[in-house]
Each structure stands twice: as C-alpha cells, then as structure tokens.
T-cell receptor, first 111, second 114 residues
C-alpha cells in the first residue's frame, strides 16, 4: 500500500510564528502538489514541484521537493490568520492518472 | 475559481432517493476524477475517466454510478445510499503533461444521507 504521511496532523500557532509541514513517502513521485482546503470547499492548488531538490517560493510559503522525489516540505514564514486551513500534499505517477494524497495537516493561526 | 464547477453544492437525500451530482471543467483537460472526502480520512479516489473512458474504479459500491459523456462533463449518479455515504464529494480534472500531472478541484458537493 502506498502511503503519504504528513506531519504534524494538527498545528495551532500564534500570528507571526514560522512553521514547517512535512510530507513523506517510500514511493518515488513524478511530481508532487500542495493544496490548501477550507471547510466545505475543494482543495485549492498552491504549487506543483517536479524536479528533485527543487525549491519554489510563493510569497511567505516555501516548498521543497526532496532530492529523491519521495518527500516534500512546506515552510510558512510569519503565519497569518488567513493561512488557516487544511494543507494537503499529493504525489502523482506520470501517465497513470494515479494520485496519492497525504493525511493532511490542519493549521490554525491565532490572531 | 479553479475552472471546475460542481452542482449542487449541498444535497440532502433519503436512502431511497435517486440523485445525480454534476461536474464541469473549463480547462481543456482530458482526465476527470471523483473523490470522496470523509472526516478524518485522506481523500479516497472513486473513479477516473480519461477521454471519456473509465480507467479506474476503486472498488466503489454499485450504488454509485459514474457517467462521462465528454471530456468536459462528469456525473455521479446516486441511488439507495447509506448514511455512511455522507461526505464531501469532490470532482477534479487534469491534463497530464510530461510528468507534471496536476489536478484541479471543484468546490465539492456536501452530501448528507438521512
């Protein structure tokens, strides 16, 4: 069974703090996506990483894809209440239409 | 707005009802997906369609019946559901290109089975 473990599962922090969410697997992915989902809504794409070792930045969010393309991290600098939500990672396998989703990290940023 | 729309957004139905969920994508993608999201569980892939052909059916009970008339539209027909089928049903689409297989999701349909 292919799994994508995310940690931590829950995170409650104060506004202005930094945090890192991890996504780990034993599988090698052709690409990996990070999404943010708010209650009652669908996941919204934040980023896709493709190359091992790749780092992408989206304002205060920094995404890294592991060298072996088995793991990824999401770092948020100076978190804001608007960052609150469920963060999901998903790994894909080229040409298979198959995606493995992580267990999710529920983030709450307190004002 | 992700380019993937779903209707209805909310649905309450009895166990003997028949209803359908609709998904439409305006992104020119060729693959469409149905997922089930229950509380405290990872997303569960239900069905995958590639160019209208079903390529995945992850042991989904027959009370869920998908239909994909073209690459832009996807339906999920529901009949004689059980209360444990209550969940958020998400539609997604993608256009696999050289290893960059990114899915785009609709807003979901919150289904409650009484």
């Amino acid at each position: 069974t292919q799994l994508l473990e995310q940690s931590p599962q829950f995170l409650s922090i104060q506004e202005g703090e930094n945090l890192t969410v991890y996504c780990n697997s034993s599988s090698v992915f052709s690409s990996l996506q990070w999404y943010r989902q708010e209650p009652g809504e669908g996941p919204v794409l934040l980023v896709t990483v493709v190359t091992g070792g790749e780092v992408k930045k989206l304002k205060r969010l920094t995404f890294q894809f592991g060298d072996a393309r088995k793991d990824s991290s999401l770092h948020i600098t100076a978190a804001q209440p608007g960052d609150t939500g469920l963060y999901l990672c998903a790994g894909s396998f080229s040409g298979t239409y198959k995606y493995i989703f992580g267990t999710g990290t529920r983030l709450k940023v307190l004002a | 707005e992700t380019g993937v729309t779903q209707t209805p957004r909310h649905l309450v139905m009895g166990m003997t009802n028949k209803k359908s969920l609709k998904c439409e994508q305006h992104l020119g993608h060729n693959a469409m997906y149905w997922y089930k999201q229950s509380a405290k569980k990872p997303l569960e892939l239900m069905f995958v369609y590639n160019f209208k052909e079903q390529t995945e059916n992850n042991s989904v009970p027959s009370r869920f019946s998908p239909e994909c008339p073209n690459s832009s539209h996807l339906f999920l027909h529901l009949h004689t559901l059980q209360p444990e089928d209550s969940a958020l049903y998400l539609c997604a689409s993608s256009l696999p290109q050289g290893g960059t297989d990114t899915q785009y999701f609709g807003p979901g349909t919150r289904l409650t089975v009484l």
